[in-house]
Every structure is written in structure tokens, then in C-alpha cells.
């Protein structure tokens, strides 16, 4: 057994985090299925990665001094992230989140010291969006900086330079495609780019959620939503800059009832408690192997995102009322 190395800053206790196989996944696709555990990092999600990148970027570039703030608009776990990294750093965190994300979210942001505005949920056109209130909060305060993880690169550099890296040393060099879904696109483009840069052949795939245009847009060259999606965190309606460039070889929708039908196999199964949106990456990695598969390539090895933990949605996708009403179906063991 090889220990993970001892840290001497907890900062660095962001990435790194375990792949481990999926069984269930790997047997519906005929090929290997890896997940990478983010709900491993210290604020349980993925977006860890990005709120460290870009506070560092703003150190970087002088925009963040001793003693300032950090403001981001945010469906919830960038600001989780930010919070820790402005706690380890010295600094003071401003979270605007829409309304309508899960109270588990909100309860751990205002724990984690962070200051939390709420608003309501509305169109990125309108001017009260999270993300412009949160661009009009940063302009106000002295000493704050905007993180704008939308469209703040440092957010997909995150993805080049740690996940990208670590998948690929953790397949030993041996990966035939990769997939998840988009809120900022950072994931997908950082590491889509970052693994490209190893193999320019690996496969690289959106896994877009109903009631998102990106689907489209890979696919017909039209940002065109269709259908809705409970998922929190993913489900983007614009090419952000993070998006940019973004090297997408192909494309796949993937309703709720998917992503619940793996979030469920996975726990019950599996014994791994996850969100929505990881529910969802594990059916995009099934289509995206079944589809190596369906060219040939028997052996081929599939990389997706275990983007966060299922204990921040008990009141919303592990809570049988909250199902009901949503007219989702109810896991087995919630049922009685
Ligand atoms: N899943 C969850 C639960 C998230 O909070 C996010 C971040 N919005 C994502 C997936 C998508 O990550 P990204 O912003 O890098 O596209």
C-alpha cells in the first residue's frame, strides 16, 4: 500500500483526488468506466480546483491584497470553494446564489463564514442574475475582486494543469475517452484540452442535461435549448470563454431520469452517495463507450467526473417528497 504524501498546507489537499472503476457503468458500456472522485476534495466538489486557480491567478496578477474579498456569483460549490481557499488565504468571501439551489448548499456557505446574498433565480439576461449582481457587489466593495468563474480562464487552467495531468498518470497513459457536462465548461474544457495535449486522440465528449443549449450547439452548430433539468450546477446557455475553444468531438443529451437511474445504482450498488450531475456524467460515459465499443475498440477506457457529494442534496434528490413533487421516480429504499 502506498500512503497518499503527507501535505504541509491544507491548500494542498485540493486535487489529487482518487479514480476508482465503476462496476455497474463499466458493465452496461462493455468497457472500462473510471470516475474521478471529487467529492474528495476538502469542499466536496470539483470546483475546488477552480476557486484555488483563480484566487491565486488574482494574487498572481496583484488584484488581490492582504486583507481583501473574494465575490462570485455561484450555483453553490465554487462558492463553497472560495470560502475555504479565502479562509486558508486570509481573506474575506461574498457568495450570491440564486434561491432555488439546495438549503444544504446555503446552510454550508453561511457555516463556512462566508457572507450570502440570495436572489432570486432569473435569465443571465436579466440584471439581477446572480452572476451581474454578484460583477456590480465586486465593483462596489474596495478590495474585492470578482472571481467570475464563467468566464475567468483561470477556471479551465485548473483543469489543464491538475485533472487533466492526474487522470492521465492515474491511467498510466492508457485513455480512449473523456466526458462531463458544463455549468462554466471549465471541466470539460480544461481537462478536455489538458488530455488532448497528452493524446490527441482521446475522445472528448459534452454531456449536456436537458434544458441546456450546448447539445445543440456541438451538434447543429445552434444554441437551442430543449426540455428542462433539476441537475444543480451544470446546464449552460452560452459559449463562455471558459467554453471557447473547447476541443468537443462529440455529443450527448442525458435527461434526469438517467443520471437519478446511476446515482441510484451507484449508492445502492456501489456505495458511492453523489450528485445529480455525476448521475449524469456516468450516462454520458456509458454512451461514450458503448459508442468505442460500437467502432471496435473492446478495450477502450472512459474517464468521467464524480462532481460532488450526494450528502448536499438529502432535502432535494434523496428526499422522497421532494421526488414526488418533481414527478422523478423514488429510490427503492426511500419509497416506504
Ligand atoms: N456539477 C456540479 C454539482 C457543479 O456545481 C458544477 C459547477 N457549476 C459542475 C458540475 C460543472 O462544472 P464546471 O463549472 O467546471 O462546468
Redesign the pocket.
Known amino acids: 500500500m502506498t500512503a497518499p504524501q503527507a501535505k504541509t498546507s491544507t491548500l494542498d489537499l485540493i486535487g489529487n483526488t482518487p479514480l476508482v472503476l465503476l462496476k455497474g457503468p463499466s458493465e452496461a458500456a462493455g468497457c472500462e468506466i473510471w470516475g474521478k472522485c471529487e467529492f474528495a476534495n476538502p469542499g466536496a466538489?470539483?470546483?475546488d480546483r477552480?476557486a484555488l486557480w483563480i484566487v491565486r491567478d488574482a494574487e498572481a496578477r496583484g488584484e488581490l491584497k492582504p486583507g481583501g474579498t473574494v465575490i462570485e456569483g455561484?450555483?453553490?460549490?465554487?462558492g463553497i470553494g472560495i470560502a475555504l481557499v479565502a479562509n486558508a488565504l486570509g481573506y474575506k468571501s461574498v457568495i450570491v446564489m440564486p434561491d432555488n439551489q439546495s438549503k444544504e448548499k446555503m446552510d454550508t456557505l453561511r457555516a463556512l463564514g462566508a457572507e450570502l446574498v440570495l436572489v432570486p433565480p432569473t435569465k443571465f439576461a436579466d440584471p439581477n442574475h446572480f452572476v451581474h449582481t454578484s460583477r456590480r457587489m465586486a465593483e462596489d466593495t474596495p478590495g474585492a475582486i470578482w472571481a467570475n468563474?464563467?468566464d475567468n480562464i483561470a477556471?479551465?487552467k485548473a483543469?489543464i494543469e491538475s485533472t487533466a495531468p492526474e487522470i492521465w498518470q492515474q491511467l498510466e497513459g492508457r485513455i480512449d475517452g473523456f466526458t462531463?457536462?458544463?455549468?462554466?465548461?471549465?471541466?470539460?474544457?480544461?481537462t478536455g484540452m489538458g488530455l488532448k495535449a497528452f493524446d490527441e486522440d482521446i475522445v472528448v465528449a459534452l454531456t449536456d442535461p436537458h434544458g441546456a443549449a450546448l447539445y445543440n450547439y456541438f451538434a447543429h452548430g445552434e444554441l437551442r435549448a430543449e426540455g428542462s433539468s433539476v441537475?444543480?450546477?451544470?446546464g449552460?446557455g452560452r459559449i463562455t470563454a471558459?467554453l471557447e475553444g473547447a476541443p468537443i468531438d462529440t455529443q450527448f443529451r442525458i435527461s434526469d431520469e438517467e443520471g437519478l437511474e446511476w446515482v441510484r445504482r451507484l449508492l445502492g450498488e456501489e456505495g458511492l452517495c453523489l450528485?445529480?450531475?455525476?448521475g449524469i456524467?456516468v450516462a454520458g460515459a456509458v454512451a461514450l463507450g458503448r459508442e468505442l465499443v460500437a467502432q471496435g475498440r473492446k478495450d477502450a477506457r472512459v474517464a468521467t467526473?464524480l462532481?460532488?457529494t450526494g450528502f448536499?442534496y438529502l432535502s432535494t434528490i434523496y428526499n422522497r417528497e421532494w421526488l414526488e413533487a418533481k414527478g422523478l421516480p423514488v429510490f427503492p429504499w426511500l419509497a416506504s
Open positions: 466538489s470539483v470546483k477552480a455561484t450555483a453553490g460549490n465554487t468563474q464563467f477556471n479551465r483543469h462531463c457536462a458544463a455549468g462554466t465548461g471549465g471541466t470539460i474544457a480544461g441537475a444543480e450546477g451544470i449552460q471558459n450528485g445529480l450531475s455525476s456524467n467526473i462532481c460532488d448536499r
